[in-house]
């Protein structure tokens, strides 16, 4: 209980959290921000960690001087696109061997055939609107590689995906971070960033129950 109160915490008060973090680590917080996006990005096991509402944290604490806009931007957008890079590998490499290994507990074939289709359908598309949406843009690129969609379609649409998710919370913060309106009540800003990503998640669920045939 006390690990999810400070989760709770942590999440909701990240400029302070960023900010202490910032005077005692120097610039040894590029290297933390660098990995929670890397990590939630490439790797599958880990799309608790917080996204959105970090990089717009950190765009309000580099407002502030303790970090430099340029070089945040630069290093997080790459974190963010490497991230999904290794992601889509771990899925085009190891994706199979799950499906072998676990005869299709994990993954089944015929979803795996449907995410191929799907890709082919609506790959570049995709792969912009899943950036944007927490949870579903940490399996993404995985799917991507499971179908093998093409390396190449894949990474340049993710480019652009990443550079706009990073340049919107980011600079979104660094701008409007520390207005008296936002800086006062910060966690709520937070929680409606959390609450307004998650909603493309939310209708796409609401459709699809919408759509499903009645069974008879």
């Known amino acids: 209980m006390n ?22 680590y120097g610039a040894g917080t590029y290297a933390l921000l660098f990995a929670i996006i890397f990590c939630e990005t490439g790797l599958v096991i880990t799309p608790f960690l917080p996204g959105d509402s970090l990089l717009f944290a950190a765009g309000t ?7 430099d806009i340029v070089r945040l931007w630069m290093l997080l957008a790459f974190a963010a696109i490497l991230g999904d890079s290794i992601n889509y590998w771990i899925g085009r490499k190891g994706g199979g061997w799950i499906v072998t ?4 507990k994990l993954i089944r074939p015929a979803h795996l055939e449907r995410a191929h289709r799907f890709y082919e359908k609506h790959g570049p598309k995709m792969v912009i609107f899943a950036r944007f949406v927490p949870i579903v843009r940490t399996f ?4 991507a590689g499971i179908s093998r969609m093409s390396y190449r379609t894949f990474l340049a649409y993710d480019m652009f995906s990443g550079l706009a998710w990073v340049s ?6 660094y701008f409007f971070g520390n207005l008296p ?17 998650l909603l493309p998640m939310i209708y796409e669920v609401w459709r699809a129950r919408r759509d499903k045939p009645v069974q008879p």
């Open 61 to 67: 604490v580099a407002a502030l001087g303790a970090l």
């Open 140 to 143: 993404a690129p995985f799917v």
């Open 3 to 24: 690990a999810l109160l400070w989760l709770a915490d942590f999440f909701l008060h990240l400029d302070k959290h960023l900010g202490a973090i910032v005077q005692q």
């Open 181 to 197: 309106a936002v800086k006062s009540h910060f966690s709520i800003v937070i929680v409606a960033i959390i609450v307004i990503s």
């Open 168 to 173: 919107l919370f980011v600079f979104g913060g």
């Open 101 to 104: 290994h676990w005869n299709g």
